[in-house]
């Protein structure tokens, strides 16, 4: 009975296979594209993510179910067979452990969260499914592309996005639901009452681990497309700090760490501000802190950007780099305190950049450089892999 319903249920093979393909593709792609995502207006990339997700795993489902006596029968083995066996447990693994983030698991291993393990068997997938595709390859038949064909492979598509909405209910209605919409789970969050200096992982995105640097001999230079350079020293940048991050916190801020907007940000003169602002880790954690530092926009003031300016570049003591726009950057902060504490070394001392809206490999820890420039810069990319390596 069951097994009839499933069977009217399947699109035809084909249909499966490329639907497989695409959805392996548009996971991927989302998954990638979220990691820049830090904004509730990017929230739906992580929706069409889960949804397809869970569609991949009904299609997987009846992909493995068709293929399985060729695959339990050696007899039926081919040259490929082993490497399509690896792709399928990859398949398979990547989304159960997508499943078991999202559900309020985690099982670290080796450093890796269980997010970074899903994140790296789903790039694993890439070239297995491009070596299975030149092995297995069957173009797209006219025939499967009908409209009962099209329908089923809807109704996979329809049922990943609701399976995805239960999975959400099911996670509220378990008490689990503390994730962001990015997925990320909270550490050391502002609302628990010991939000002191820093209670949070120090994390690197690849491999930067500089010797910490000495606060004396640190300058801080504004430079590039402005009208005077400026030479900052860890005075100047931590009167600031001081002036904003000491004694009584500032007040009444939303900590919301959902919110678009930056949370609140408080200037008390001379380039002194706080923030409230969320550092959402890829690997899946979140911490909402209140950053005490210099804004950039006062920096910029006073170096003088040229009109021209298109962005700004965070540059670190390790070479490990990142632009904003010059609009945003204006609103971020180069914080020295974190909490009412100066930032431990771990954290990006004497400075690291705090940009609301953007994921924490972004937040440039021990700036060194503020380059006003008139391009952006993609190499940043790959600079920001490699710069821990000599
Ligand atoms: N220079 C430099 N800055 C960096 C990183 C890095 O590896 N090098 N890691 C980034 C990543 S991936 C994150 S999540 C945050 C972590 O900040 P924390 O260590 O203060 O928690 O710093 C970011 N800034
Ligand atoms: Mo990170």
Same mark, same amino acid.
């Given at each position: 009975?069951?097994?009839?319903?499933?069977?009217?249920?399947? %699109?035809?093979? =084909?249909?499966?296979?490329?639907?497989?393909?695409a !959805? *392996?593709?548009?996971?991927?792609?989302?998954?990638?594209?979220? +990691?820049?995502?830090?904004?509730?207006? !990017?929230?739906?990339?992580?929706?069409?993510?889960?949804?397809?997700?869970?569609?991949?795993?009904?299609?997987?489902?009846?992909?493995?179910?068709?293929? $399985?006596?060729r695959?339990?029968?050696?007899?039926g083995?081919?040259?490929?067979?082993?490497?399509?066996?690896?792709?399928?447990?990859?398949?398979?693994a990547?989304?159960?452990?997508?499943?078991?983030?999202?559900? &309020?698991?985690?099982?670290?291993?080796?450093g890796?969260?269980?997010?970074?393990?899903?994140?790296?068997?789903?790039l694993?997938?890439?070239?297995?499914?491009?070596?299975?595709?030149?092995? =297995?390859?069957h173009? %797209?038949? =006219? *025939?499967?592309?009908?409209?009962?064909?099209?329908?089923?492979?809807?109704?996979?598509?329809?049922?990943?996005?609701?399976?995805?909405?239960?999975?959400?209910?099911?996670?509220?209605l378990?008490? &689990?639901?503390d994730?962001? +919409?990015?997925?990320?789970?909270?550490?050391g969050?502002?609302?628990?009452?010991?939000?002191?200096?820093?209670?949070?992982?120090?994390?690197?995105?690849?491999?930067?681990?500089?010797? %910490?640097?000495? $606060?004396?001999?640190?300058?801080?230079?504004?430079?590039?497309? *402005?009208?005077?350079?400026?030479?900052?020293?860890?005075?100047?940048?931590?009167?600031?700090?001081?002036?904003?991050?000491?004694?009584?916190?500032?007040?009444?801020?939303?900590?919301?760490?959902?919110?678009?907007?930056?949370?609140?940000?408080?200037?008390?003169?001379?380039?002194?501000?706080?923030?409230?602002?969320?550092?959402?880790?890829?690997?899946?954690?979140?911490?909402?802190?209140?950053?005490?530092?210099?804004?950039?926009?006062?920096l910029?003031?006073?170096?003088?950007?040229?009109?021209d300016?298109?962005?700004?570049? +965070? *540059?670190?003591?390790? !070479?490990? =780099?990142?632009?904003?726009?010059?609009?945003?950057?204006?609103?971020?902060?180069?914080?020295?305190?974190?909490? &009412?504490?100066?930032?431990?070394?771990?954290?990006?001392?004497?400075?690291?950049?705090?940009?609301?809206? $953007?994921?924490g490999f972004?937040?440039?820890?021990?700036?060194?450089?503020?380059?006003?420039?008139?391009?952006?810069? %993609?190499?940043?990319?790959?600079?920001?892999?490699?710069? &821990?390596?000599?």
């Amino acid at each position: 009975m069951l097994r009839s319903v499933l069977a009217a249920l399947t %699109p035809p093979p =084909r249909v499966v296979d490329w639907a497989l393909a695409a !959805g *392996v593709a548009v996971a991927v792609g989302s998954g990638l594209a979220s +990691f820049t995502t830090g904004t509730r207006s !990017g929230a739906w990339l992580f929706w069409l993510h889960a949804a397809v997700g869970l569609s991949l795993a009904a299609l997987l489902a009846a992909k493995l179910w068709r293929v $399985r006596r060729r695959v339990v029968d050696r007899a039926g083995w081919d040259a490929a067979t082993p490497l399509s066996v690896l792709q399928a447990a990859v398949a398979v693994a990547a989304v159960a452990t997508g499943l078991f983030w999202v559900l &309020g698991g985690n099982v670290p291993l080796w450093g890796w969260t269980t997010l970074n393990l899903h994140v790296g068997l789903g790039l694993l997938l890439v070239p297995l499914v491009v070596v299975h595709l030149r092995a =297995r390859y069957h173009s %797209p038949r =006219r *025939v499967d592309a009908d409209r009962r064909a099209a329908l089923k492979t809807g109704a996979v598509l329809v049922g990943g996005a609701v399976a995805w909405r239960a999975s959400e209910t099911a996670d509220r209605l378990l008490g &689990g639901a503390d994730r962001r +919409f990015t997925g990320s789970k909270p550490v050391g969050d502002l609302s628990a009452a010991d939000t002191r200096g820093g209670d949070f992982p120090v994390t690197s995105w690849v491999a930067d681990d500089p010797d %910490p640097v000495d $606060r004396d001999a640190w300058t801080l230079t504004v430079a590039g497309a *402005v009208d005077a350079e400026l030479a900052l020293g860890v005075d100047d940048v931590d009167r600031a700090g001081n002036a904003a991050g000491g004694g009584d916190e500032a007040a009444g801020a939303d900590a919301s760490a959902d919110s678009d907007e930056p949370a609140d940000d408080e200037t008390a003169g001379g380039g002194a501000a706080t923030l409230d602002a969320t550092l959402d880790c890829t690997s899946g954690w979140y911490t909402v802190q209140r950053w005490g530092g210099v804004r950039v926009g006062d920096l910029l003031d006073r170096a003088g950007v040229a009109d021209d300016a298109r962005f700004v570049r +965070f *540059v670190s003591v390790t !070479g490990y =780099r990142w632009s904003l726009p010059v609009a945003e950057a204006r609103e971020a902060l180069l914080a020295t305190h974190v909490g &009412g504490d100066e930032l431990s070394h771990g954290h990006g001392a004497p400075a690291r950049l705090v940009a609301p809206g $953007r994921r924490g490999f972004q937040w440039v820890k021990w700036v060194e450089r503020v380059e006003v420039r008139r391009r952006g810069d %993609p190499a940043q990319w790959l600079v920001t892999l490699i710069s &821990g390596f000599d």
